[in-house]
């Protein structure tokens, strides 16, 4: 209990202070996260609509590879990305391993099955009838989109949410892909791990804090957004 209430203090104390270090860590989680799940709500709400209301053969294959990616390791993330990076690897030339960015990729890597797969069973919960209503009606495609879209879109924030929550709480990967460089990489979940590493359990539980109500504070305000839109 004593260790609990060091980390709250301590916290509190990094937060009063303007711990230009803490700050800067925090915000570079923040930035990554961000851009992660950005890039796999742009990717992957497109293609959950589009596997959810089409009909194809091998449909049924990549619904099966997005729902085993839903639950990738992020160790396993983290490989895949830096054989990628790597100096020998196909992208080894971009020389991003060890980088914020090669941080988003693994965070990609990690949210687009979670984005895709959650958009795309919210599609498939519309029913043949609705569309046959919609389409005797003569909307236009993007009005068809625009109605589909409203139908959706508590499930399709639950999907941002669910990606979101996944790369907040990430850190096999980013240590992988990142190396928890001082002042470079190093974000939230990968300074966690080095104070604990180093015994510093108290500070680790302050990091664990900032951390949390960061994390809190961005899923209330999208559940909130979410809980808006359904009562409007």
Request: hydrophobic share 55%; aromatic share 6%.
């Amino acid at each position: 209990m004593d260790l609990i209430t060091d980390g709250l203090k301590k916290a509190m104390e990094m937060i009063l202070t303007g711990d230009k270090e803490i700050f800067e860590i925090t915000w570079l989680t923040l930035r990554v996260c961000f851009m992660a799940i950005v890039i796999s709500s742009l990717i992957g709400l497109p293609l959950g609509m589009f596997l959810g209301l089409s009909r194809f053969k091998g449909r049924k294959l990549l619904l099966v590879f997005i729902n085993i990616g839903m639950g990738l390791p992020p160790v396993v993330a983290g490989l895949w990305i830096t054989m990628l990076l790597w100096r020998s690897g196909p992208l080894g030339h971009l020389q991003l391993l060890y980088s914020p960015t090669a941080i988003v990729m693994a965070q990609v890597l990690v949210s687009l099955p979670i984005v895709t797969g959650l958009t795309s069973s919210a599609f498939q919960q519309i029913s043949e009838k609705m569309l046959l209503q919609i389409k005797a009606l003569g909307a236009t495609k993007l009005q068809t989109f625009s109605i589909l879209l409203k139908q959706t879109r508590v499930a399709i924030l639950a999907a941002i949410m669910a990606g979101f929550g996944r790369v907040i709480a990430e850190v096999g990967a980013a240590m992988m892909v990142g190396g928890n460089i001082q002042g470079d990489t190093r974000i939230l979940t990968t300074s966690i791990v080095m104070e604990v590493s180093k015994g510093n359990f108290d500070v680790a539980l302050a990091i664990s804090f900032i951390l949390l109500t960061a994390a809190l504070l961005i899923t209330a305000a999208l559940t909130l957004l979410q809980q808006r839109k359904r009562l409007s």
